[in-house]
Structures are given as C-alpha cells and as structure tokens.
C-alpha cells in the first residue's frame, strides 16, 4: 500500500498530455501571507506543494499561471477578481490552492470559472458539490490519528491546542479530535481545550494555555496535549521546561506538520502528504482537462500519517510522586 506522504507514488503514473498549442493552467492561492506566522500554513509548504505540480504538468505541457491572492487579503472579493483574470487570460483550468474568502465567494469564483469554460479544481478541506473537481488531505484525519495514538498509549485526558483565530484547517483538525475521543467513549472536558484570543505569538499562547491546564485539579488535568500545528507543539515543549513539566514523562505533546524543527526535538507529530498533493492536482487537473467540460467532478483524497518521535509515554493510570503505574495497549496496535 502506497504511503501517502512519500511524494513518488504518483510521478510514476503518466500524466494525461494536453492538446493543443497553449495550455495555460492557473494557479491562485495566498502564496506569501497565508496566514500567522507558524499557523501551519505557510509560504513554503505551499511552494512545496507548487514544486510537485510542475513535476508532472510542465513536462505534460502545461504552462503555469501563478496568481497570488495575498495582496488582496483585505477583500472578500479578491478571489472573484482572481477568477476572472484566469479565465480573460484563456487558462484552460483554473486551481484554487486553499484559497482565503468565505465560503461564499469561493463557489462564487468556481461557478464563474465554470461558465468562462475554465475547469475548476479546489484544493482545501471545504466541500464545494458539484462546482468543481476537489483534491486536499484529510486534516481532519490526522488530528484523529494523533489523538488515537495518545488514547492507544493509555492516556484519557487529552487537550487540544489550536492557533489564534477560527481557521478552516484548525476547525478540521479540532473535529478530528472530538471524534477520536467520542469514539473512545470519553466525554471531553471544556477545559481541555483552553481559548485565547488576545495574541498570535505562539510562545505566549503556548505559555498560557499551559498554564491553564496545569491549574486544573489533578482528576481533570490532561496528561497529553494534541497541538494543530508544530509550531504551537515546539512551543509547548519550550514552556512546559521553563514550568518543570517532564515531557514525555510527565506530559506527551503531539504536533502536525512534521517540520524541519519538529525533526531535531524528536516531535511525535503528524506529516502532511505535501509533494503527493501537489502531483495529485496535477493528475486531476490534466485528466479534468482531456475529459472537457461536460465530465463529472471528482474528488481524490489523500490522508496524513503519523511520525512517532519521543515525545509521547505510557498514560499513567496511577501516580503518586515518581511511583506510577502505566498503561499502554501493544505497539502493534495500528490502524489496520
């Protein structure tokens, strides 16, 4: 079975070849302010994923049309106006790559590609039937995973650490955690989920949140933390030393991302299927292509993987002092 985070699985598959002289596929996305610095969606993952598309398209015949939706931030309109370049231009397809907008306005871009005779295709967590063709990774997926692993090591009370503000992907990624625990029968603590939403800084919400938690009374005071990004995670790690917390002793942290960072701290987190998202749009864009117009929509998804690091013990069932008694199901008790 493919892994899905390995970026090769698809290159060895033929892309479908455009025809005609000039394929001109439109690429719009948030490409330098995506959002907060460390909120897990940054610059350079998206010109990774970029990178993977043109591995596959440019040598099918596709010419890149790059438009990049960051200045217009401001304006809920901006990915309309983006749409309606792509398709003055005479790109043949049009990606929106997690475009920013309400939900709204973004059928309304794919809608008005449609009618230009643009194929669109959406990449982002967000369900858009019938307007377009979807590629994305399940985020939702992976904050199960995370918090599945942690049930699976014996801990029961688990918190979730989100970034500031209500983003889309962390909205997916507090799912995927309600419904690990749901699954496991344990009702969630408000508690565990501590709000801020008077900065962006990682490390001061990080701090904070820890804090929060630490002052729990012990029968309601989680003893692991899934965190929505690696950012936060390292952050966690980086506060819980400076308030004597023990990780993974004491406390297990699981981030999302997988990062360069996350590597060098021994960060159990989640890796996101980057490149092989990238060639995924490109083999669902070409095909949408050489299909025309009248074919149905499709969707591909793909899912995230676990990396196991070191930051993640044995639940404690039973403590007193530094006698305690710990319960984990077997290693082997993967997903099947």
């Given at each position: 079975?493919?892994?899905?985070?390995?970026?090769?699985?698809?290159?060895?598959?033929?892309?479908?070849?455009?025809?005609?002289?000039?394929?001109?596929?439109?690429?719009?996305?948030?490409?330098?302010?995506?959002?907060?610095?460390?909120?897990?969606?940054?610059?350079?993952?998206?010109?990774?994923?970029?990178?993977?598309?043109?591995?596959?398209?440019?040598?099918?015949?596709?010419?890149?049309?790059?438009?990049?939706?960051?200045?217009?931030?401001?304006?809920?309109?901006?990915?309309?106006?983006?749409?309606?370049?792509?398709?003055?231009?005479?790109?043949?397809?049009?990606?929106?790559?997690?475009?920013?907008?309400?939900?709204?306005?973004?059928?309304?871009?794919?809608?008005?590609?449609?009618?230009?005779?643009?194929?669109?295709?959406?990449?982002?967590?967000?369900?858009?039937?019938?307007?377009?063709?979807?590629?994305?990774?399940?985020?939702?997926?992976?904050?199960?995973?995370?918090?599945?692993?942690?049930?699976?090591?014996?801990?029961?009370?688990?918190?979730?650490?989100?970034?500031?503000?209500?983003?889309?992907?962390v909205t997916e990624r507090l799912r995927g955690y309600r419904d690990a625990l749901e699954a496991a029968e344990i009702e969630p603590d408000d508690a565990w989920v501590p709000h801020s939403e008077t900065t962006r800084d990682p490390e001061v919400r990080a701090h904070a949140a820890l804090e929060?938690?630490?002052?729990?009374?012990?029968?309601?005071?989680?003893?692991?933390?899934?965190?929505?990004?690696?950012?936060?995670?390292?952050?966690?790690?980086?506060?819980?030393?400076?308030?004597?917390?023990?990780?993974?002793?004491?406390?297990?942290?699981?981030?999302?991302?997988?990062?360069?960072?996350?590597?060098?701290?021994?960060?159990?987190?989640?890796?996101?299927?980057?490149?092989?998202?990238?060639?995924?749009?490109?083999?669902?864009?070409?095909?949408?292509?050489?299909?025309?117009?009248?074919?149905?929509?499709?969707?591909?998804?793909?899912?995230?993987?676990?990396?196991?690091?070191?930051?993640?013990?044995?639940?404690?069932?039973i403590a007193h002092g530094a006698n305690r008694e710990l319960v984990c199901l077997s290693p082997n008790a993967k997903e099947q």
């Open positions: 079975e493919r892994r899905p985070q390995s970026g090769t699985f698809l290159l060895a598959l033929p892309a479908a070849p455009v025809r005609g002289d000039d394929c001109g596929i439109a690429l719009i996305a948030p490409f330098q302010a995506t959002s907060e610095p460390g909120s897990g969606e940054d610059a350079e993952w998206l010109y990774r994923v970029v990178s993977a598309f043109e591995r596959v398209a440019v040598p099918a015949g596709a010419r890149l049309l790059l438009k990049d939706q960051s200045p217009f931030l401001h304006d809920p309109c901006s990915i309309k106006d983006l749409a309606r370049e792509a398709a003055a231009q005479g790109a043949r397809a049009a990606i929106l790559l997690h475009p920013a907008g309400p939900w709204e306005k973004i059928t309304c871009a794919l809608a008005l590609l449609h009618d230009a005779g643009v194929h669109p295709v959406i990449v982002s967590g967000r369900d858009y039937p019938g307007l377009a063709s979807r590629v994305y990774f399940d985020s939702g997926w992976g904050a199960y995973l995370a918090t599945r692993h942690l049930l699976q090591q014996g801990h029961q009370r688990i918190a979730f650490l989100g970034v500031w503000g209500e983003q889309e992907w929060r938690l630490l002052e729990l009374p012990k029968a309601r005071r989680p003893t692991a933390i899934v965190a929505s990004n690696d950012a936060l995670a390292l952050a966690l790690l980086r506060s819980a030393a400076l308030l004597g917390v023990a990780v993974p002793a004491a406390l297990s942290l699981v981030g999302f991302d997988n990062s360069p960072a996350a590597l060098l701290a021994g960060l159990t987190t989640i890796e996101r299927p980057t490149e092989a998202l990238g060639e995924a749009i490109a083999h669902t864009t070409l095909a949408r292509i050489a299909a025309g117009m009248e074919a149905g929509t499709v969707t591909q998804r793909l899912r995230p993987v676990l990396i196991e690091r070191t930051t993640v013990a044995c639940g404690s069932t």
